[in-house]
């Protein structure tokens, strides 16, 4: 086989290049009645700005490390001829290479597309990644670097979030069979906080794929496109060897998404996130250009042996000069609602269009419908889709009528029933009988004259004074809610009291923290000895109850001795929850925390296994903290902790 020719990105609709690889796993599981093909996933990307790194940057710089199969430095053109070029005659020409490799297993579900793609953005400098931290990752894998802006190195995450493919769809139109893909980035998410890499080795033995000057299978040949070549582009050159693509695992990237949530820590360790759905929910605005397109590939027999591939990644704009020597993709801004200010989040929802042929020598998405028929054939197709029409706009005219000729005998069935002529004759008997009754009070002649009489000494006696004119109201309707008071002691007058004191003021407990109980309240008197051997900290913490408004609890004069261990405060709001907004603030006298931490709590329905903030020595700015906590989302229990001193 030869390897895809692309072309340059389209000035709008968007442009999709697709791997070889997808084609074939396509055309398997139509041959095999036991291999299954559907989407599955997809990735959002950021591709960073195309011009050359400032400060530690990450750009797509073409410049950067690819070569020639004469081993000079690749010579970069204009970005959007630059950027479909190295894909197809470094990303896809490696593919094709490694798919062509006498060790290569045709066996293995799994395929080299997203590895490759990941090593050409880390060619182009464009991806950097690292080993995750335990914060992040509960089994070791990558991690790419974190954002950054400051001095001396400067990275913007490229892949910003993870999201799953929930609907397809097969659609015929003007004779053609499209497979339509539904990608839904959902109002409530952010970006995902952290995205999880695994590595893993090629489908091969060997460390080295050998190229020639050309593209496989393209010597001899022009591309449609003048100005895109087929000249390989590739790693490394030396002359005794030639061109050549680094495939050593040891020395090159060669990383895929890592799909499972149960692999990231911010979704293991926290009880409410379920799904990198979830995960995402937790993480903030972001921007992006590009969507990486995933589908499964699986055995409906053994639906364990599965596995998730790249099919392509759909570039959203064209590339852009912004001035200077740069050029960039026009992104797009993907807001999360904010619960605390109230503005409003944005949704995308994006649908591909995919036509499928049996041909690999192009590999995509075609936009360009039947341009290779007859003038005839295309009258023949019009006229036939314009009958297609017709037949169906002839269908529901005549179930508009159906509906016309129901609704008809329904009306005529209502006015014709003995029940309703019935109705109809007591409402006018009744209407008659009410005439009856008003012409028998205005019977005689001075009749309508003694009412307007009586009219006029009624409004010459509040004229005078005789009737009195003020109105009179019903205070008893009129009663305290919490935080107001009412004052009814004077006559005609109310007056309404804000009862709400500038603070609620805790009252602080001891609590057994094996026996979850209240041991005693801590008074002057009756201090917590908060080191003692054997009981201390490391025993007992101190618990309060959540109260309305803004709680204070004051921890003067409470300790006898400093801790002995991480210092809990169990905020109970079994009798009162919390509220969006609510602040808790917890006032130390004198203390030395000794290397230990002030863990807050609260979830008293559920043994205070939510965790308010934790507070680290490091964190502390004096020895008389002064720790305000606000509740974020009651709901999700979430909170954030300021220290004021």
């Keep these: 086989m030869a390897t895809p020719l692309v072309r340059i990105p389209q000035v709008q609709g968007g442009t999709m290049y697709a791997f070889a ?81 006498d060790d290569y297993d045709p066996i293995i579900l799994q395929t080299d597309a997203e590895k490759i793609f990941f090593k050409w953005l880390n060619t182009l400098g464009a991806l950097r990644i690292r080993q995750a931290d335990s914060n992040e990752s509960v089994l070791g894998a990558y991690a790419e670097e974190s954002d950054s802006d400051q001095a001396g190195t400067v990275y913007n995450r490229v892949v910003k979030y993870l999201g799953s493919i929930d609907a397809e769809n097969d659609v015929a139109y003007a004779g053609n069979t499209y497979h339509e893909v539904y990608i839904n980035v959902p109002t409530a998410v952010g970006n995902t906080p952290v995205v999880l890499f695994n590595p893993s080795n090629y489908n091969t033995t060997g460390t080295k794929l050998y190229a020639t000057q050309y593209i496989q299978g393209r010597a001899g040949q022009q591309h449609p496109d003048p100005n895109i070549n087929i000249e390989t582009v ?97 992104e797009q801004i993907k807001y999360k609602p904010n619960e605390i200010t109230g503005l409003n989040g944005n949704a995308f929802s994006l649908k591909l269009n995919m036509k499928f042929n049996s041909s690999l020598d192009n590999v995509g998405v075609e936009t360009s419908i039947n341009d290779f028929t007859t003038f005839s054939m295309d009258l023949f197709m019009d006229v036939t889709t314009a009958l297609e029409n017709a037949t169906e706009l002839m269908l529901q005219a005549n179930a508009r009528y159906s509906n016309l000729a129901q609704r008809l005998g329904d009306m005529e069935g209502m006015v014709l029933s003995t029940q309703n002529g019935n109705q109809l004759e007591s409402r006018v008997a009744a209407l008659e009988q009410e005439f009856q009754n008003a012409s028998i009070q205005l019977g005689s002649s001075t009749a309508l004259l003694d009412l307007i009489t009586k009219a006029h000494d009624k409004i010459n006696s509040l004229i005078d004074g005789t009737i009195p004119a003020e109105l009179q109201y019903n205070i008893d309707v009129i009663f305290p809610g919490r935080g107001t008071a009412v004052d009814k002691t004077l006559d005609n007058k109310i007056k309404i009291h804000n009862t709400v004191e500038g603070y609620s003021l805790s009252t602080k407990f001891l609590w057994n923290i094996a026996g ?79 290397g230990h931490n002030i863990i807050i709590k609260t979830g008293k329905a559920t043994g205070f296994d939510k965790i308010v903030a934790t507070i680290q020595p490091s964190q502390l700015v004096s020895n008389k903290p002064y720790i305000e906590v606000t509740c974020i989302s009651p709901v999700n229990y979430q909170f954030e902790a300021d220290i004021l001193r």
């Design 21 to 101: 690889s997808a084609a074939k796993d396509l055309t398997r599981a139509f041959n095999n009645p036991d291999l299954k093909f559907e989407f599955s996933k997809f990735a959002l990307l950021d591709l960073p700005d195309f011009t050359a790194a400032v400060n530690g940057s990450n750009t797509i710089d073409f410049e950067l490390n690819l070569l020639q199969a004469s081993g000079a430095s690749y010579v970069p053109t204009q970005p959007n001829v630059d950027f479909a070029q190295t894909f197809q005659n470094y990303a896809l020409n490696l593919e094709e290479l490694l798919l062509k490799d």
């Design 234 to 330: 590739v790693d490394s050159y030396t002359s005794a060897e030639g061109p050549y693509y680094n495939i050593n695992e040891n020395t090159t990237v060669s990383i895929g998404i890592d799909w499972n949530a149960q692999s990231y820590a911010g979704v293991v360790n926290n009880s409410s996130i379920k799904s990198l759905l979830d995960y995402a929910k937790t993480g903030q605005q972001f921007t992006f250009n590009a969507i990486l397109v995933y589908y499964d590939l699986y055995s409906q027999s053994n639906p364990s042996n599965r596995a998730t591939n790249l099919y392509g990644i759909l570039i959203l704009d064209e590339i852009q000069s912004v001035g200077g020597s740069g050029s960039k993709i026009h």
């Design 516 to 594: 979850s109980t209240v041991v005693n309240q801590i008074t002057p008197g009756n201090l917590f000895d908060a080191g003692q051997a054997g009981s201390g900290t490391s025993q007992y913490g101190i618990w309060t109850k959540l109260m309305q408004y803004t709680n204070r609890l004051s921890l003067s004069q409470t300790f006898s001795s400093d801790p002995n261990a991480d210092l809990n405060i169990y905020i109970d709001d079994s009798s009162v929850a919390w509220k969006a907004g609510q602040v808790f603030k917890i006032a130390f006298d004198t203390i030395n925390i000794g």
